[in-house]
């Protein structure tokens, strides 16, 4: 069975970015969903069982790191692993983004095996 | 480890991430060349123990290729999307997280805002380069200009005399 996994960010050639490196990384990945911010992300997971979510911290209406405190307060999502990608290098930041519930942060610029290795270690080889 | 503010940490953050994420080979220069039409503005504020906006800036004609560059495609490829401003945003996003650290130190609280893209004319750039605080001209390998500055909004300028 493949990956659902949800991208976002509000920059559109980020999202193709992740996309491309994802793919490159060789998961296997069967949907793509796609959101601007935040709020935009949460109706996605309302609807659609999502595997793993890969999320930007600073986004318009919703920040990532703002989604990852209302994914925590939902029973429903609090267990749907979070990915910082953001270009934000302070280790305070990162530290108090893993405290809030983000599972794993990866830097910007990043490359498709830094996917490969989080995903794996949050979701286990590929099924 | 905290760092002032200088044309050298602006070079250091640009050169690398240009390489980095772009692949653009580009080196510092003293003598910038002008900008051959219009030019491609992203600025992008940051808080940490002084507040300032840094401003990258490109040939309007460089930005399609740095899109590219950023999604391992040629121009033109099934990927690009045409928004070209967007690679150019995203790139100081980057940016300024090196900047950042290098600023402030790796554990130091810093905000940083989202990147604004515009298309301007050249003299409206020089303009706003010539207000820095600190800035680097670097060139690439076909001799494009890409520009990266800082204006400090509030705060002491760090590295500047009592």
């Known amino acids: 069975m493949s990956y659902t996994i949800l991208i976002a960010d509000d920059s559109a050639i980020v999202r193709t970015m992740v996309k491309k490196a994802v793919s490159m990384a060789g998961l296997d990945v069967g949907q793509v969903h796609e959101a601007a911010n935040g709020k935009e992300a949460l109706a996605v997971l309302g609807r659609t069982w999502i595997d793993v979510v890969f999320a930007d911290i600073n986004m318009p209406e919703m920040t990532g790191t703002e989604l990852v405190r209302h994914m925590k307060a939902d029973p429903a999502l609090a267990s749907t692993p979070v990915v910082i990608v953001s270009s934000e290098q302070s280790q305070t930041r990162i530290d108090e983004l893993k405290a809030w519930g983000a599972r794993a942060y990866l830097k910007k610029p990043f490359r498709p095996e830094q996917f490969r290795e989080v995903v794996e270690n949050l979701l286990g080889a590929k099924r | ?162």
């Open chain 2, 1 to 162: 480890m905290p760092n002032d503010l200088s044309s050298d940490l602006l070079a250091q953050a640009l050169g690398r991430t240009m390489e980095d994420a772009a692949f653009v080979f580009a080196e510092a220069t003293s003598e910038p060349p002008p900008f051959d039409g219009d030019v491609i503005e992203a600025r992008l504020t940051y808080a940490g123990t002084h507040a300032g906006e840094l401003l990258l800036a490109t040939p309007a004609t460089f930005a399609a290729t740095l899109a590219a560059n950023l999604l391992g495609e040629d121009e033109g490829g099934a990927s690009v999307t045409g928004d070209d401003l967007d690679a150019v945003g995203e790139l100081l996003n980057m940016i300024a997280g090196k900047v950042a650290v290098d600023l402030f130190g790796p554990d130091a609280p810093c905000k940083l805002g989202l990147p604004r893209v515009q298309r301007v004319r050249a003299e409206q750039h020089e303009r706003a380069l010539a207000t820095a605080q600190a800035a680097t001209t670097m060139v690439e390998e076909e001799g494009r200009r890409i520009d990266l500055s800082a204006c400090v909004t509030s705060g002491k300028v760090p590295g500047a005399a009592p």
